[in-house]
């Protein structure tokens, strides 16, 4: 092999593997979408005249910090479960309350009651709790089951 030949592709590797070298720094750089921990839902069936309810809790966590979650409940024996509920219809539903919970960490509550009217008309059987977080810097995590619950 020839001497120029050899500097040509001593070069070739430089310049790539510096280039391999900025692509992975880079990469390292970007932050991961927000976490979902400890996550929990409760549901109380109405009963002797007295409110039932309905409650989500979990924890997000993100590098760029959290800016919201959107939390939707929804049947198992629905529309959803046919054709797929979708992030973008997530950013339509309610926001649950969020406090500091230290560092990029936040814990979020999402509540609400339920009359024995709203049962009555709910369809009974497994419900799917759907939750988009989003973090500050935009990355966002969408899980169409994050917990579930059965109304009876």
């Not at 919201?68 to 929804?74: E, F, I, N, Y």
């Amino acid at each position: 092999m020839s001497r120029r030949i050899a500097l040509s592709v001593v070069a070739g590797v430089v310049v790539l593997g510096g280039a391999g070298a900025f692509a992975l720094a880079y990469a390292g750089d970007q932050d991961p979408a927000p976490a979902l921990a400890h996550t929990a839902v409760q549901y109380t069936a109405p009963e002797a005249g007295h409110k039932g309810s309905f409650s989500f809790t979990t924890e997000v966590s993100a590098p760029s910090g959290v800016k919201s979650l959107k939390v939707l409940a929804w049947p198992e024996k629905s529309e959803f479960a046919k054709k797929h509920l979708t992030a973008k219809e997530m950013t339509q539903v309610e926001s649950a309350t969020c406090t500091p919970a230290g560092g990029n960490t936040v814990r979020c509550v999402y509540k609400d009651t339920m009359s024995a009217a709203d049962v009555a008309s709910s369809v009974h059987g497994t419900w799917h709790v759907a939750v988009l977080a989003t973090a500050k810097d935009g990355h966002t995590t969408f899980d169409t089951q994050a917990a579930d619950f059965t109304i009876g």
